[in-house]
């Protein structure tokens, strides 16, 4: 296979495995999108309520996008205030994990039924069948995309100039972050740019520091979206925006050193490498927001200092 045929299946995986998110999120917001909207308005009293909150929508919408650029929406609306909205934001990174602990699992064998049910609902004229049949062919398009992913991650890696380009990542934990900040940024999730680093480290391309510091810059790189929700919106709806990008970047810079420690607990959980890349993510994303979760107030007159509440 030449050079230019393993970068085209390169990109029409990521495309596809893109693709099959979208449609997986499209039927699961059809299906509960706007009953998500209005409890977001009305049980976010307490930090706590708002985590667990957050928590349990992105879970079920499978996106953390999606709800932050809700809270964004929320708040520009003056339906809920900047600060109810931080508990929010530090549920969805916890929520977004379950992606992860889902896609580590090698549920290959599930591909055909999915992609089948799924084709035969879409067909259905009752809409719930139809939703239905989104999110079963959604699931069943990533599962191909990661299973053709984790394929080209050897051929790939065998080329000089790529080789070149893991051994700078092996070698540099912050050229990780790098590299996965700009690449979740480009397209638009940090779910699949980390899915590829599972498939790199399944074949054994990466090593789990590496998968880590891919991950971490993975998160920061989602906070565009939220960013890009907040231009054009009043000064409230671009703090949501900020507070999510400050605690994305702050919790990277504080477990940056501790990235060892943190391959260390994963390793010791389980062998599969991909398993291990899921639960370090699962780790990073419960202590970041429950160690900032009593101190919710003071970070949000942080963010109003910084940021200013009105510009």
């Known amino acids: ?18 693709f099959g998110m979208t449609i997986m999120r499209a039927g699961l917001h059809n299906l509960a999108g706007n009953r998500f909207k ?3 308005e009305g049980m976010t009293d307490t930090p706590w309520k ?14 953390s996008s999606a709800v932050m650029i809700m809270a964004v929406g929320l708040v520009a609306a003056g339906v809920l205030s900047f600060q109810k909205s931080i508990g929010i934001i530090l549920g969805t990174n916890i ?10 699992i090698d549920l290959s064998f ?4 999915l992609l089948l049910i799924g084709v035969f609902l879409l067909f259905l004229k009752n809409p719930i069948s139809y939703f239905i049949g989104c999110i079963s062919f959604g699931l069943g398009c990533i599962f191909v995309a990661m299973h053709g992913l984790e394929g080209l991650a050897y051929p790939i890696s065998s080329l000089p100039f790529a080789h070149a380009f893991f051994t700078w990542t092996n070698n540099s934990e912050l050229f990780g972050i790098g590299l996965g900040t700009v690449f979740s940024a480009i397209i638009q999730s940090s779910t699949a740019t980390t899915a590829i680093a599972m498939g790199f480290m399944n074949d054994e ?10 991950m971490l810059g993975a998160n920061i790189g989602t906070c565009f979206s939220a960013f890009l929700a ?5 000064q409230s709806a671009k703090l949501v925006a900020f507070a ?14 501790f990235i060892g420690w943190l391959s260390e607990i994963s390793s010791s959980l389980t062998h599969l490498p991909s398993l291990q890349l899921a639960h370090a993510s699962t780790i990073f994303n419960i202590i970041s927001s429950l160690v900032l979760l009593p101190f919710v107030h003071w970070y949000a007159k942080f963010i109003i200092f910084v940021h200013g509440k009105n510009g």
Not at 1 to 18: D, Y
Not at 51 to 57: E, F, P
Not at 205 to 210: H, Y
Not at 244 to 257: A, C
């Open 244 to 257: 999510h990008i400050w605690l994305n970047l702050l919790g990277v810079v504080l477990f940056f050193p």
């Open 50 to 63: 708002g985590l667990l909150l957050g928590a349990g929508v992105t879970a079920i919408l499978q996106s």
């Open 205 to 214: 391309i990466f090593g789990l520091p590496s998968g880590i510091a891919i």
């Open 1 to 18: 296979m030449t050079h230019k045929e393993l970068f085209t299946l390169f990109i029409v995986f990521i495309a596809l495995f893109l």
């Open 38 to 40: 209005y409890i977001l």
């Open 110 to 113: 599930f591909i055909m039924p």
């Open 230 to 234: 907040s231009v054009g919106a009043n």
């Open 95 to 104: 929520g977004t994990c379950l992606t992860l602990e889902i896609l580590a």
